[in-house]
């Protein structure tokens, strides 16, 4: 567990945006930098799916966070200006309350009558941490993939809260290729008889199940070309013991082998097919009927929207279409498309062309 | 059991190409037209990993064929002039020899005991086909997907008997994004307990393991701008009995849904391993070391390569290389990039883009 997390219970009931409630959930969140006085410089970071709320190494925690190498002095969310703020959504399974917690009301695992989860929940609790924190007006809220959405949702719902957006490889909602690969992926552990639906021994999940979803993940995270340049048809020297003759023979098998054992025993299946579905559930065409509209309740003062040219589960349309509509609101949005061949997961590991982008942002914030 | 299906029993031993061998194998193929006297008039068509030899109706069997449009009087494959051989490919399980067929040594089925397959024992047991019908020139190769890479195969293989090569939607060989979607489709079918290492109860085979990586299938098939068209965000009206919260809501779910129901129960689960991990397999650079030297041993008169812009299984930059490659040794050679949307699946759907190009293809043999 790590040191530098903070944990935030919100002692009464919160009402869920699609219908149930949760009794005195608790938020943790992690910290970066110092507020101000005016409590005007907080940036609010909303991370992708599986991330923590520890996005970054500080005194209290030294091990690497998921965005280490943007947050700190001098980076991009550079902590001698800035206070930065990244809370583990709601329903996920890092301290936050989720489908793996404790329902106080029964004194087991919410696990499937957790209520249905929208990306409004993981905002509007989120707004419930930066209130906790005494800030009214948050700088710049930030959000990578899910965490894209989950932003919009949190400047859609708090406009006078959000001064700024920063979307990253996101969308204003999800399209049917998405959809169809977030179902699979939720039917893959669904499959798994280890999830008895939903009611699995936590020491004995079902680890094959979401071994398979994580796979699928990392297809759709990276890059055809990427793989060309990385993998080619290589072989695999590392081989398990041969089951039988369809285990892993090229290297680009074994790779994504790797990671998915390292991902699988981390994250709570339950959590996961929540967040999932509440991804493919998120649009903004339901504030007012159409995407026109939803733009419209946005109070923006300046926008930054980031797209990579060979994402297939964002894809640039999408970043465009963001851009397009947030610009005919507020004048002050620019729009970039990166060149990075390592497709969605880009913004994770292609720090170079992501670090610039983002210290421009911030550097135009005090032109 | 189509009463057009005609079988040949190759009443030797067949050698395979990566090691062991079958014994007496059996070819399931069907034909159209006639072939004239001289016995250069024919086609032999390469399918691609799933269909049988049935491409086409005809007076013995009427039901409809997986390139149904293409096949018959007047057609691109005009059976008043050509003689279309279509054979089920080795491996497969509709009237062709393959790991659910008996092995005649031991009485049962092969199941694991298959050996390896390869392309190029797709493409050698066709051949045994086109001897046995007492043809020694085959007027033109064409071969779709999968079959693309066996038509290739036979073209490098029996140069002499192969006169025109039609490649639609293939490549050299696999890149490692599909070598990863197709080696988790595998993984999904070996995950299911049912499956038990190849030995399934024929009664009660590994149907979930099938049915998730028919919709993985489905999605590499088809094309995101497709579903966006098709789907958009529509909500399914035809919803089974909602076994949970996670049971399919949007419409692109059902249409999986279907479409894997359909499949799963037609195709045996360990044929689809062995063809499945042959398309892997095959690479062209294999032959002399590079692709450039594999180029070489072709001795085709003319070529036509078909790719399709929105193929995400086999893209458009793989034709290109084919064509590239091929047209290097075979100056009549043609390249057409189509512009459909439906993906790699285009050439079994877009039949309006499709057969104009097929037909042009043989007009210009005739000119």
Same mark, same amino acid.
């Given at each position: 567990?790590?040191?530098?997390? +903070?944990?935030f219970?919100?002692?009464t @009931?919160?009402?869920?945006?699609?219908?149930?409630?949760?009794?005195?959930?608790?938020l943790a969140?992690?910290?970066?930098?110092?507020?101000?006085?005016?409590?005007d410089n907080?940036?609010l970071?909303f991370?992708?799916?599986s991330?923590s709320?520890h996005?970054? =190494?500080?005194?209290?925690?030294?091990?690497p966070?998921?965005w280490?190498e943007m947050i700190?002095s001098?980076?991009?969310?550079?902590?001698d200006?800035? /206070?930065v703020?990244?809370v583990?959504s709601l329903?996920? !399974?890092f301290?936050?309350t989720?489908?793996a917690?404790?329902d106080?009301?029964?004194?087991?695992?919410?696990?499937?009558s957790?209520?249905? $989860?929208?990306?409004e929940?993981?905002?509007?609790?989120?707004c419930?941490?930066v209130?906790h #924190?005494g800030i009214?007006?948050?700088?710049? @809220?930030?959000?990578?993939?899910m965490g894209g959405?989950?932003?919009?949702?949190? !400047?859609?719902?708090h406009?006078?809260i959000?001064?700024?957006f920063?979307?990253?490889? =996101?969308?204003?909602?999800? $399209?049917p /290729?998405?959809?169809?690969?977030?179902?699979?992926?939720?039917e893959?552990?669904r499959?798994?008889? +280890?999830?008895l +639906?939903?009611?699995?021994?936590?020491g004995?999940?079902?680890?094959?199940?979401?071994?398979l979803?994580?796979k699928?993940?990392?297809?759709?995270?990276?890059?055809?070309?990427?793989w060309?340049q990385?993998?080619?048809r290589?072989?695999?020297? *590392?081989h398990?013991?041969a089951e039988d003759?369809f285990v892993a &023979?090229?290297?680009?098998?074994?790779?994504?082998?790797?990671?998915?054992?390292?991902?699988?025993?981390?994250? *709570?299946?339950n959590c996961?097919?929540? $967040?999932s579905?509440?991804? *493919? #559930?998120?649009?903004?065409a339901?504030y007012?009927?159409s995407?026109?509209?939803?733009f419209k309740r946005?109070? $923006?003062h300046q926008?930054?929207?980031?797209?990579?040219? =060979?994402?297939i #589960?964002?894809?640039?349309v999408?970043?465009? &279409?963001l851009?397009a509509?947030?610009? =005919? @609101? !507020?004048?002050n949005? +620019?729009f #970039? &498309?990166?060149? !990075?061949?390592?497709g969605?997961?880009?913004?994770?590991?292609e720090?170079?062309?992501?670090r610039?982008v983002?210290?421009?942002?911030?550097?135009?914030?005090?032109e």
């Amino acid at each position: 567990m790590s040191s530098a997390r +903070k944990l935030f219970v919100y002692d009464t @009931v919160l009402r869920m945006h699609r219908g149930g409630q949760l009794q005195s959930p608790t938020l943790a969140f992690e910290t970066w930098g110092e507020l101000n006085e005016a409590k005007d410089n907080s940036i609010l970071l909303f991370g992708g799916l599986s991330p923590s709320a520890h996005a970054a =190494s500080s005194a209290a925690d030294s091990s690497p966070g998921w965005w280490e190498e943007m947050i700190g002095s001098g980076l991009p969310l550079d902590t001698d200006q800035y /206070f930065v703020i990244c809370v583990n959504s709601l329903g996920s !399974c890092f301290g936050s309350t989720g489908p793996a917690s404790i329902d106080p009301e029964t004194g087991d695992r919410y696990r499937l009558s957790f209520p249905i $989860l929208a990306l409004e929940d993981v905002a509007d609790s989120a707004c419930l941490v930066v209130d906790h #924190l005494g800030i009214d007006s948050v700088h710049t @809220v930030i959000g990578c993939s899910m965490g894209g959405m989950s932003g919009l949702a949190f !400047c859609l719902r708090h406009p006078d809260i959000a001064q700024r957006f920063v979307s990253i490889s =996101s969308a204003t909602r999800a $399209l049917p /290729f998405s959809i169809a690969v977030r179902s699979l992926q939720r039917e893959m552990i669904r499959s798994d008889p +280890k999830w008895l +639906k939903g009611d699995y021994d936590p020491g004995d999940p079902p680890i094959t199940g979401q071994r398979l979803a994580r796979k699928l993940g990392m297809i759709t995270y990276r890059s055809a070309e990427e793989w060309v340049q990385r993998f080619g048809r290589e072989r695999s020297t *590392d081989h398990p013991l041969a089951e039988d003759q369809f285990v892993a &023979e090229f290297s680009v098998e074994s790779y994504l082998e790797n990671r998915a054992r390292h991902f699988s025993g981390a994250f *709570d299946p339950n959590c996961y097919l929540y $967040l999932s579905h509440a991804s *493919d #559930l998120f649009d903004l065409a339901e504030y007012g009927g159409s995407l026109e509209s939803g733009f419209k309740r946005l109070q $923006l003062h300046q926008a930054l929207i980031v797209g990579v040219s =060979s994402d297939i #589960l964002f894809p640039i349309v999408q970043q465009r &279409e963001l851009a397009a509509g947030i610009s =005919s @609101v !507020c004048e002050n949005t +620019k729009f #970039l &498309e990166l060149d !990075c061949i390592r497709g969605h997961d880009s913004f994770l590991v292609e720090m170079d062309a992501f670090r610039p982008v983002i210290c421009r942002f911030f550097e135009s914030c005090r032109e």
